[in-house]
Antibody
Framework: EVQLVESGGGLVKPGGSLRLSCAASGFTFSSYEFNWVRQAPGKGLEWISYIRRSGSTIYYADSVKGRFTSSRDNAKNSLYLQMHSLRAEDTAVYYC????????????????WGQGTTVTVSS | EIVLTQSPATLSLSPGERATLSCRAS??????LAWYQQRPGLAPRLLIY???NRATGIPARFSGSGSGTDFTLTISSLEPEDFAVYYCLQRSNWPLTFGGGTKVEIK
């Protein structure tokens, strides 16, 4: 079964750090690109980071740039999001999402999502 | 940054009715647009990719159209499980952006 499972969420104080993980199974992890998407309570979806297959190219939303770091370990079929200097506005459910490599002719969407892990930033 | 504007914010319809959801981009995204459905408490689910292609396992009552800046998601006949929030996403330019969502609720 194709699956993504996030972990590592929890309660953290403002200014603190947290590392999220996303474990993949049921498919060839290294063949896909990945994104992190979050959703604050009662709000819409916000894209926060993308990482290419090799990990050589990473993009971030301005809201997290300089504070969050994405990485991947293709040998362990895992994706990571290291979060520093956390703020109350980072409180959200964090999802990892798989993305087949787009071509010049087509974009295939984020086709597999994890169940999400909740991060709460509060004193 | 490309801004995606979804309308209406809320759509109140009855089962069996047709739903038409709009997503308008501030700049062209060609067909690099996807639609997602999110039911309460669940992760988003890919419905449509590349503006008009149904994802694996998505029923034929869902269809997408458009290119450039104007896109439409149509649900031809609403089933009870279709009452949810729908988001569009563009992958034409960084940063990726989602629309604000359209909630399809039972009238």
């Amino acid at each position: 079964e194709v699956q993504l499972v996030e972990s590592g969420g929890g309660l953290v104080k403002p200014g603190g750090s947290l590392r999220l993980s996303c474990a993949a199974s049921g498919f060839t992890f290294s063949s896909y690109e990945f994104n992190w998407v979050r959703q604050a309570p009662g709000k819409g979806l916000e894209w926060i980071s993308y990482i290419r297959r090799s990990g050589s190219t990473i993009y971030y939303a301005d809201s997290v740039k300089g504070r969050f770091t994405s990485s991947r370990d293709n040998a362990k079929n895992s994706l990571y999001l290291q979060m520093h200097s956390l703020r109350a506005e980072d409180t959200a459910v964090y999802y990892c999402a798989r993305e087949p490599v787009p071509t010049a002719m087509a974009y295939y969407g984020m086709d597999v999502w994890g169940q999400g892990t909740t991060v709460t930033v509060s004193s | 940054e490309i801004v995606l504007t979804q309308s209406p914010a809320t759509l109140s319809l009855s089962p069996g009715e047709r739903a038409t959801l709009s997503c308008r981009a501030s700049h062209t995204v060609t067909t690099y647009l996807a639609w997602y459905q999110q039911r309460p408490g669940l992760a988003p689910r890919l419905l449509i990719y590349d503006a008009s292609n149904r994802a694996t396992g998505i029923p034929a009552r869902f269809s997408g159209s458009g290119s450039g800046t104007d896109f439409t998601l149509t649900i031809s006949s609403l089933e009870p499980e279709d009452f949810a929030v729908y988001y569009c996403l563009q992958r034409s330019n960084w940063p990726l952006t989602f629309g604000g969502g359209t909630k399809v609720e039972i009238k």
